[in-house]
């Protein structure tokens, strides 16, 4: 130390330039592509029906539908905090606006905005009470997650009198609000899915959003440390609570996938189980869980890597019940690549 | 010291008004009082140093002038306007910047990262990050400082730990910081990376900041500081000026005075052979 305050130089002969290699490892989504492209291979590999061109849009379906909400579940775990009730609340959204438009008979867009509101405001009372309690997010998020789901099934029972929302599908805006959500094309012979398309866009923004936005730098401050963030004047409870509401929008829109692509109908039970999927794809992407480190796309490939897996499954011919336990190998094994490869990184 | 002389010389130059005086200043959390009618000034080109063992409400006092906590009586004022802080902004706001003894820096963060954190340069209609301009500057005001972090995305958490104090001092300074309250900087440090703070915070004075220095050492208190404060349980033990006290007298004072001399008796009467060994005191 003492030799470099004499000398003020710009540069310091005592570290070398890291070679380009070096720092692509040490990209938090680094181990997460190396994962995708082994299991690609294998199922390259091991089954056929993987290698028709015709299959890639129902993988990259199937990737989209989770990849969505781990979108903001990355950012809220980068942001050091967690969400249970993100997957209930997808399913509370979609009923929301199926319940309320057709109650009221009104439009179908009327439904939607509502479910909006109620989507946002569901994150927007976790962050807050989260903020307001200092208590853990597992426990809050939990609470809501029991709250949303009981939610759910009662007040379609009471509504509709089954544990299905009544169909919308021939009210006013369906149509349009079907395109918007849940229509698809065709691209080169391969059907591809709108959300695909709107996953894509999603992980676009956010990532620019995380690394070259202030708010980004926000979100990486408040979850390395809230009170360092704190003391330089960042605004942590409110970037904390405006990721929650993030994932509340996000959940609006996983929702009015849901509901359209249902043809308007939404099971009450449903959701339950999904938070876990958007935690995996997230962690498996490179987020530390406890917050400060992690990509949006890392959590996009994480998705990928769980779309991948659930149909490489199946067209390998083996028998779908192996998938979770697939899936669990698969977490485990690309936190532990995670950790390997970040440490190698950091020791070049 | 040579530099008593410069000392008295910007004494007689800095303005009258103080930048931050407390008077009388309190603070009670229910029915504990943690800080009792606690008096400083801190004024531009001046350290002034608080003293104080564990406890002694050091922290408190800093959480006051920083804008953690707000204080229950007496008064506060900075450019002669009387202030309450209700947030960290609001004090750097008004030109005091705080380094905290644990930092306030994100240690998976890179340094450019950090060094910006809450201040970020942006550009264009979208507001995006301006990150070559950011690490452009960072660089140069680090060197500025005589820091040398050859790699700028490095984590923070990867520094020395005179490093980070140096990053945090730097990014108060080019943040237009009038006051610097720094908490125990040297607290964890060795001594080598103790003196590189020490100079960091005379350069700081040098360009005209008001320090508060926060320490339990008077070594190296005494070795900066033109005005000395000694805290003990809440109260202004001791408030001095340099020319009024011996780096001798601040140790005594620092390390309990009286009550020193009466725990000394003490364990002579106890252990006769193995007493003052360490008159000072010293923790760390």
Same mark, same amino acid.
């Given at each position: 130390?003492?030799?470099?305050?004499?000398?003020?130089?710009?540069?310091?002969?005592?570290?070398?330039?890291?070679?380009?290699?070096?720092?692509? $490892?040490?990209?938090?989504?680094?181990? @997460?592509?190396?994962?995708?492209?082994?299991?690609?291979?294998?199922?390259?590999?091991?089954?056929?029906?993987?290698?028709?061109?015709?299959?890639?849009?129902?993988?990259?379906?199937?990737?989209?539908?989770?990849?969505?909400?781990?979108?903001?579940?990355?950012?809220?775990?980068?942001?050091?905090?967690?969400?249970?009730?993100?997957?209930?609340?997808?399913?509370?959204?979609?009923?929301?606006?199926?319940?309320?438009?057709?109650?009221?008979?009104?439009?179908?867009?009327?439904?939607?905005?509502?479910?909006?509101?109620? @989507?946002?405001?569901?994150?927007?009372?976790?962050?807050?009470?989260?903020?307001?309690?200092?208590?853990?997010?597992?426990?809050?998020?939990?609470?809501?997650?029991?709250?949303?789901?009981?939610?759910?099934?009662?007040?379609?029972?009471?509504?509709?009198?089954?544990?299905?929302?009544?169909?919308?599908?021939?009210?006013?805006?369906?149509?349009?609000?079907?395109?918007?959500?849940?229509?698809?094309?065709?691209?080169?012979?391969?059907?591809?899915?709108?959300?695909?398309?709107?996953?894509?866009?999603?992980?676009?923004? %956010?990532?620019?959003?995380?690394?070259?936005?202030?708010?980004?730098?926000?979100?990486? %401050?408040?979850?390395?440390?809230?009170? %360092?963030?704190?003391?330089?004047?960042?605004?942590?409870?409110?970037?904390?609570?405006?990721?929650?509401?993030?994932?509340?929008?996000?959940?609006?829109?996983?929702?009015?996938?849901?509901?359209?692509?249902?043809?308007?109908?939404?099971?009450?039970?449903?959701?339950?189980?999904?938070?876990?999927?958007?935690?995996?794809?997230?962690?498996?992407?490179?987020?530390?869980?406890?917050?400060?480190?992690?990509?949006?796309?890392?959590?996009?490939?994480?998705?990928?890597?769980?779309?991948?897996?659930?149909?490489?499954?199946?067209?390998?011919?083996?028998?779908?019940?192996?998938?979770?336990?697939?899936?669990?190998?698969?977490?485990?094994?690309?936190?532990?690549?995670?950790?390997?490869?970040?440490?190698?990184?950091?020791?070049? | 010291?040579?530099?008593?002389?410069?000392?008295?010389?910007?004494?007689?130059?800095?303005?009258?008004?103080?930048?931050?005086?407390?008077?009388?200043?309190?603070?009670?959390? #229910?029915?504990?009082?943690?800080?009792?009618?606690? @008096?400083?000034?801190?004024?531009?080109?001046?350290?002034?140093?608080?003293?104080?063992?564990?406890?002694?409400?050091?922290?408190?006092?800093?959480?006051?002038?920083?804008?953690?906590?707000?204080?229950?009586?007496?008064?506060?004022?900075?450019?002669?306007?009387?202030?309450?802080? @209700?947030?960290?902004?609001?004090?750097?706001?008004?030109?005091?910047?705080?380094?905290?003894?644990?930092?306030?820096? %994100?240690?998976?963060?890179?340094?450019?990262?950090?060094?910006?954190?809450?201040?970020?340069?942006?550009?264009?209609?979208?507001?995006?990050?301006?990150?070559?301009?950011?690490?452009?500057?960072?660089?140069?005001?680090?060197?500025?400082?005589?820091?040398?972090?050859?790699?700028?995305?490095?984590?923070?958490?990867? $520094?020395?730990?005179?490093?980070?104090?140096?990053?945090?001092?730097?990014?108060?300074?080019?943040?237009?910081?009038?006051?610097?309250?720094?908490?125990?900087?040297?607290?964890? $440090?060795?001594?080598?990376?103790?003196?590189?703070?020490?100079?960091?915070?005379?350069?700081?004075?040098?360009?005209?900041?008001?320090?508060?220095?926060?320490?339990?050492?008077?070594?190296?208190?005494?070795?900066? #500081?033109?005005?000395?404060?000694?805290?003990?349980?809440?109260?202004?033990?001791?408030?001095?000026?340099?020319?009024?006290?011996?780096?001798?007298?601040?140790?005594?004072?620092?390390?309990?005075?009286?009550?020193?001399?009466?725990?000394?008796?003490? $364990?002579?009467?106890?252990?006769?052979?193995?007493?003052?060994?360490?008159?000072?005191?010293?923790?760390?």
């Amino acid at each position: 130390m003492a030799s470099t305050i004499t000398s003020p130089a710009t540069a310091d002969d005592r570290v070398a330039a890291r070679s380009v290699g070096a720092r692509l $490892l040490s990209r938090p989504e680094i181990g @997460s592509l190396v994962g995708a492209a082994v299991i690609l291979v294998f199922f390259l590999i091991a089954a056929p029906p993987f290698r028709d061109i015709n299959n890639t849009g129902t993988i990259l379906y199937g990737a989209a539908l989770i990849g969505v909400m781990a979108v903001p579940v990355a950012l809220l775990m980068i942001g050091g905090e967690f969400d249970l009730s993100a997957g209930v609340a997808v399913t509370t959204s979609g009923l929301t606006a199926g319940i309320f438009a057709y109650q009221l008979s009104l439009n179908v867009w009327a439904g939607i905005l509502l479910a909006l509101v109620v @989507s946002v405001a569901v994150g927007a009372f976790n962050g807050w009470l989260l903020m307001r309690t200092g208590l853990p997010s597992f426990l809050v998020t939990l609470g809501t997650f029991f709250i949303l789901q009981g939610v759910n099934l009662a007040v379609t029972r009471l509504t509709s009198g089954a544990v299905a929302s009544n169909s919308i599908s021939d009210m006013d805006g369906f149509g349009a609000a079907k395109a918007v959500f849940a229509s698809e094309f065709k691209l080169g012979g391969i059907t591809i899915k709108i959300i695909i398309v709107w996953w894509i866009l999603f992980v676009a923004i %956010a990532a620019w959003v995380l690394l070259k936005t202030q708010i980004g730098n926000w979100i990486f %401050a408040v979850g390395g440390d809230a009170a %360092a963030a704190r003391a330089v004047g960042v605004p942590v409870k409110k970037v904390k609570i405006g990721l929650f509401m993030t994932v509340g929008f996000f959940a609006w829109f996983t929702g009015m996938q849901l509901l359209f692509v249902q043809n308007g109908v939404v099971q009450s039970g449903e959701g339950v189980g999904k938070e876990f999927l958007y935690i995996i794809a997230a962690v498996v992407g490179g987020c530390l869980l406890t917050g400060g480190y992690g990509s949006v796309v890392g959590g996009a490939v994480g998705a990928l890597i769980f779309g991948m897996v659930q149909l490489g499954v199946v067209y390998a011919g083996w028998n779908a019940d192996w998938f979770k336990a697939f899936l669990g190998v698969m977490l485990l094994l690309a936190t532990i690549v995670n950790l390997v490869v970040r440490s190698k990184a950091e020791a070049r | 010291m040579s530099t008593t002389q410069s000392f008295a010389d910007e004494a007689a130059t800095s303005p009258n008004t103080p930048i931050v005086l407390l008077e009388e200043v309190g603070k009670s959390y #229910g029915n504990v009082h943690a800080l009792r009618g606690v @008096s400083l000034s801190v004024r531009q080109g001046e350290i002034t140093c608080v003293l104080g063992d564990n406890g002694a409400g050091k922290s408190t006092l800093i959480k006051i002038v920083a804008g953690l906590h707000d204080y229950t009586s007496g008064r506060m004022s900075v450019n002669g306007e009387e202030r309450h802080f @209700s947030s960290p902004r609001e004090s750097l706001d008004s030109g005091i910047a705080t380094v905290y003894q644990d930092l306030a820096l %994100a240690p998976l963060m890179s340094v450019w990262r950090n060094f910006f954190l809450g201040n970020e340069l942006t550009k264009g209609p979208f507001k995006q990050l301006d990150v070559a301009a950011m690490k452009r500057i960072a660089q140069e005001e680090l060197t500025k400082m005589g820091i040398s972090i050859p790699n700028l995305e490095q984590p923070v958490g990867k $520094l020395s730990g005179g490093q980070k104090q140096c990053v945090a001092i730097a990014r108060a300074i080019h943040f237009g910081a009038k006051v610097l309250i720094l908490d125990e900087p040297t607290a964890a $440090l060795g001594v080598n990376q103790s003196g590189v703070v020490l100079k960091y915070i005379v350069k700081a004075r040098d360009a005209g900041i008001g320090v508060i220095f926060i320490t339990h050492n008077p070594h190296h208190a005494y070795l900066v #500081g033109n005005h000395f404060v000694v805290l003990k349980l809440g109260r202004v033990a001791l408030d001095t000026h340099r020319a009024d006290i011996t780096l001798e007298q601040l140790t005594t004072e620092m390390a309990g005075g009286s009550e020193l001399e009466a725990l000394s008796h003490e $364990l002579r009467d106890l252990a006769p052979g193995a007493q003052d060994e360490n008159p000072a005191g010293e923790k760390e």
